[in-house]
Structures are given as structure tokens and as C-alpha cells.
């Protein structure tokens, strides 16, 4: 079992910067994919960014690419959004997820957090 805690969102200006963080509890947290998907109100979840267990490897949704970047630290069960030059469009609540599956898959995540609102304004 994992269970992931989302924090950092909040209300931010257009091309201001936020950093998202989730914590997990569990032994295995090192095992897991990480992913972050946010959903918009009157959209479905989509795919942000994921980063894979050993952190060598990294995939972004072409939208956040160039702007977000995934990290994660295992020795303290975290994983990090770092969102830089937002956009109104980045509005949406943004959920950590676990998986040990494919790393773009939404279908394939095992564990979510609760959510986090990140609000851009124009």
C-alpha cells in the first residue's frame, strides 16, 4: 500500500512559478512510478508529467514540456512538480499517482493523492 499526500498548490499570476510536492508513506515508495495528472472542472484528468523509479527517466505531456519539470528524492519518500512560466490553462486540480505500470497510462496508476488546486490567473 502507498499513500500519497499532495501539497504546494495555491493561487499564483500568469508566467509565476509554483512547486508541487507528494509525499508517500510505504516501504516500497522506490519501486513505483511517479506521475502527476490534473483535471480541469468540466474536464477529464489528463497526464502531466512522470518520472520512473530510478528517476533516469522522465515523460511530459506536450503541453508542460519545456515548463515543468518532475523530480523525485526516494531517501524522503517525495516527489516534486516544479511548474515554471504558468498559464491559465494550468488551472486544474493536480494529483501524485503511483504506478507500476506504464508511466503514461492513467488507466494503469494504482495510487492516488487527494488533489491539489492550482489556480492561474490572467
Known amino acids: 500500500q502507498v499513500q500519497l499526500v ?9 508566467g509565476g512559478s509554483l512547486r508541487l510536492s507528494c509525499a508517500a ?8 512510478t511517479m ?20 528517476g533516469g527517466s522522465t515523460y511530459y505531456a506536450d ?6 519539470t ?5 531517501a524522503k519518500n517525495t516527489v ?3 511548474m515554471n512560466s504558468l498559464k491559465p490553462e494550468d488551472t486544474a486540480v493536480y ?3 503511483a504506478t507500476t505500470g506504464r508511466p503514461i497510462v492513467l488507466g494503469e496508476y494504482d495510487y492516488w ?4 488546486q492550482v489556480t492561474v490567473s490572467s
Do not use: H, M
Not at 9 to 14: F, S
Not at 25 to 32: A, D, H
Not at 35 to 52: D, L, M, S, T, Y
Open 6 to 14: 499532495e501539497s504546494g498548490g495555491g493561487l499564483v499570476q500568469a
Open 25 to 32: 508513506s510505504g516501504r516500497t515508495f522506490s519501486r513505483y
Open 35 to 54: 506521475g502527476w495528472f490534473r483535471q480541469a472542472p468540466g474536464k477529464e484528468r489528463e497526464f502531466v508529467a512522470a518520472i520512473r523509479w530510478s
Open 63 to 68: 503541453s508542460v514540456k519545456g515548463r515543468f
Open 70 to 74: 518532475i523530480c523525485r528524492d526516494n
Open 80 to 82: 516534486y512538480l516544479q
Open 95 to 97: 494529483y501524485c499517482a
Open 113 to 116: 493523492g487527494q488533489g491539489t
